[in-house]
């Protein structure tokens, strides 16, 4: 079955100890992209990679970092968490740039 | 001012009735996304648009390049198009902009 996956589902930590989110894709799919959900602010993007060994800033990109050293994965890592990332996020791929996105299911993460 | 702006926020119908949802942007695009956000939280893309219209069951998707306008119509609207509507706009930095999205909540 085509699909995102994205673990863990649920993620409470603490300031500061370093976490990673991961998604992958079984597509072949050149895109990937990681977004924040917030109430109020609706969906922002963090960091999309059109392509392996390639990533840009979207709009919120400090404090996250990323890495796409294989086209399926495509991991978020939190160096150092703080409570203004207590989010909904979400891992999203598609073919390419322009192409309809599928998204994985969210993981909802709370820093305290 | 945002640079994707939709209308309405929220959005109240009987089923049955005829719904379109507006998106207005500000910014030069490549293409434009209609997502559907359920209750649960998933995320599930509706249409791609680059120009023109397309159709998918009940659901219509235009778009206006000169006028950078899109809606998304739904006709005969049933209990379970109950969700947020979302649209995004790929700018030409190759980022996604999103709206802050449309509920829809269709009264059986």
């Known amino acids: 079955e085509a699909q995102v996956t994205q673990n863990p589902r649920y993620l409470i930590t603490v300031t500061g100890k370093k976490l990673t989110v991961t998604c992958s894709q079984n597509m072949n799919h050149e895109y990937m992209s990681w977004y924040r959900q917030d109430p109020g602010l609706g969906l922002r993007q963090i960091y999309y990679s059109m392509n392996v060994e390639v990533t840009d800033k979207g709009d919120v990109p400090e404090g996250y970092k990323v890495s796409r050293k294989e086209k399926r994965n495509f991991p978020l890592i939190l160096e150092s968490p703080s409570p203004n990332q207590t989010s909904l996020y979400f891992c999203?791929?598609?073919?390419?740039?322009?192409?309809?996105?599928?998204f994985g299911n969210g993981t909802r993460l709370t820093v305290t | 001012k945002n640079e994707v702006e939709q209308s309405p926020q929220n959005l109240t119908a009987q089923e049955g009735e005829f719904i379109t949802i507006n998106c207005s942007y500000s910014?030069?695009?490549?293409?434009l996304h209609w997502l559907q956000q359920h209750p649960g939280g998933g995320i599930v893309s509706l249409f791609m648009?680059?120009?023109g219209k397309k159709k998918h069951g009940r659901l219509i998707a235009t778009i206006n390049i000169q006028e950078k306008h899109s809606s998304l119509h739904i006709t005969a609207s049933h209990p379970r198009d109950s969700a947020v509507y979302i649209c995004a706009v790929r700018g030409s930095q190759g980022n996604l902009i999103f709206g802050k999205g449309t509920k829809l909540s269709v009264k059986p």
């Open positions: 910014v030069g695009i490549s293409a």
């Open positions: 999203a791929s598609s073919r390419w740039g322009d192409s309809p996105l599928h």
């Open positions: 648009l680059s120009s």
